[in-house]
């Protein structure tokens, strides 16, 4: 029972540095997205996908990539990461467009420096 | 953006006593939900909600979706000290394509023994 595996789980990345979070589901879900939480903000949707080949900008796209060439597989990019991404970041996954119950990875905790 | 409003934002009880918490919008919601976010994990969805005045227990978690739809109450009777962890409600927001899953800012919980 995989679920939503997200890796890594932690990374130190410098001001200037690019990386790709990875995201892959084995659940067959349309609906993938992801968030960054940060203290006494709750979680904040970056991008979202409804399917392969079909993206959206969410509530903090800015300094974020995202793709979908495939169902199981949802990265977010960093091209040129700041200290204001420091953040932990969590992929989820629905098998319903409408994103009513969704299914969390463990989270990728990022520092940059 | 949506804003969903959580009170209280911190509560520290003792094992064994009840716990509430609301959860509040100025939108209307046609569906609720209520996750559990335990130490260094992702999000896990407790109940779901698609009725205004629906009334839905899991085990010792009873959530009510309010009359209004703008609101939602969630309950833990007798607590014990797996309860720790953060409590976010969250509702999703049409976009016209597909829907967005809007969160709250969280109420932490800490149970002492």
């Known amino acids: 029972n995989a679920g939503v595996t997200q890796t890594p789980k932690f990374q130190v990345l410098k001001t200037g540095q690019s990386m790709t979070l990875q995201c892959a589901q084995d659940?067959?879900?349309?609906?993938m997205s992801w968030y960054r939480q940060d203290p006494g903000m709750g979680l904040r949707l970056i991008h979202y996908s409804v399917g392969a080949g079909i993206t959206d900008q969410g509530e903090v796209p800015n300094g974020y990539n995202v793709s979908r060439s495939t169902t199981e597989d949802f990265p977010l990019r960093l091209l040129s990461a700041a200290p204001s991404q420091t953040s932990v970041y969590f992929c989820?996954?629905?098998?319903?467009?409408?994103?009513?119950?969704?299914?969390f990875g463990a989270g990728t905790r990022l520092s940059v420096l | 953006g949506q804003q969903l409003n959580q009170s209280p934002q911190s509560m520290f009880i003792q094992e064994g006593e009840d716990v509430s918490m609301n959860c509040t919008s100025s939108?209307?919601?046609?569906?609720w939900l209520w996750y559990k976010q335990d130490p260094g994990e992702g999000p896990v969805l407790l109940i779901a909600?698609?009725?205004?005045?629906e009334l839905t227990s899991n085990g010792r978690l009873t959530a009510q979706f309010g009359i209004t739809r703008k609101d939602s109450f969630l309950n833990i009777s007798a607590s014990i000290p797996s309860d720790v962890g953060i409590y976010f409600c969250a509702g999703p927001i049409n976009t016209g394509t597909a829907s967005k899953l809007t969160f709250g800012t969280g109420t932490r919980l800490q149970v002492t023994l």
């Open positions: 989820a996954s629905s098998y319903s467009i409408s994103a009513g119950i969704q299914y």
């Open positions: 659940m067959n879900h349309e609906y």
């Open positions: 939108s209307i919601f046609n569906t």
């Open positions: 909600l698609y009725k205004a005045g």
